[in-house]
């Protein structure tokens, strides 16, 4: 257990029992030891809120003190629930997904008889659509709007580097290889590292919101409302679907469209593109010569 303590995730335990939190932290540790990254510890406290705050709510006090005592019907009544509270299901999936492994875990350790997943029962069908990359236009009507000088650094890292949404939010200063011009991303999609080389407009952008930010802070993106966590994923893409709706463009992208779009010959034209931004922070902190991204 003494190897959790770092992790900030533990710190979101607070909503469980006693008991939740002895199994939950049982399972962080076991997939802790099998070296898997910190985001998919996330996503499994992420999903483990999401079932315990959409079951019944007679179920609920019973569920948040001992989630041993769930049953096939709990699942069932959480899928209705999801499905109307209008999560994908991609999302529906995952999170399935990730129940599935930490009952698993609890079953294989005699905490539970039986697994109360049944695939058969319980499967979600997921559309397998292809990823769009976002037309030239669409792009710089998104890019106008967006006024804050972290904003604009985290969609063009997605943009110009092909970062994931998620490993834009777990980025760290540590990671920025200034001198060489690249970018070190650890554990990534399948547990692997790679680097990736900054584009000049992202240096700039880089080198603005250093500047803003206190050297003691090591994470590129801090929370403004979760003090040694950053910025997260669902942040990310509630801030992008907030820009696309101030610049009009109504197709419903996302984060990873940005992403697709780092190859797309539309994103590799040089059009200036004139944006005037803030850092985030207090109103008086304005950053007042127009940075211009290039797209």
């Known amino acids: ?9 533990l710190r979101r335990l607070h909503v469980f029992g006693q008991h939740n939190q002895e199994l939950v932290t049982a399972y962080l540790k076991h997939l802790q030891t099998r070296q898997y990254a910190p985001t998919t510890l996330q996503t499994t406290i992420d999903a483990l809120n999401s079932f315990c705050r959409r079951v019944p709510l007679s179920r609920q006090p019973r569920l948040s003190q001992t989630l041993a005592s769930t049953t096939a019907e709990d699942i069932e009544a959480w899928l209705q629930a999801a499905h109307h509270a209008g999560l994908a299901p991609s999302t529906i999936h995952t999170i399935l997904k990730c129940l599935h492994r930490f009952f698993a875990f609890l079953q294989d350790h005699g905490r539970i008889a039986q697994q109360p997943i049944q695939w058969r029962r319980h499967q979600v069908l997921v559309p397998q659509t292809l990823p769009r990359p976002m037309p030239a236009d669409d792009l710089l009507r998104f890019f106008r709007v967006i006024d804050r000088l972290r904003d604009r650094t985290m969609f063009l890292l997605m943009l110009r580097c092909g970062l994931r949404v998620g490993e834009v939010s777990t980025l760290t200063w540590p990671a920025i290889n200034v001198g060489a011009g690249s970018i070190r991303i650890d554990n990534g999609k399948g547990q692997v590292d790679r680097v990736v080389y900054d584009a000049a407009d992202v240096a700039e952008a880089l080198r603005h919101w250093r500047r803003w ?23 990310i893409q509630q801030l992008m679907a907030r820009y696309l709706k101030a610049a009009g463009v109504t197709q419903p992208y996302s984060p990873h469209s940005l992403r697709q779009s780092l190859c797309h010959p539309t994103a590799q034209r040089r059009c200036p593109l004139g944006g005037r931004e803030r850092a985030h922070g207090p109103p008086d902190h304005q950053y007042d010569t127009p940075l211009h991204a290039t797209l």
């Open 1 to 9: 257990m003494d190897r959790l303590h770092p992790l900030p995730q």
């Open 213 to 235: 930010q206190p050297l003691e802070v090591t994470s590129l993106f801090p929370s403004a409302l979760k003090p040694g966590l950053p910025l997260g994923v669902r942040a």
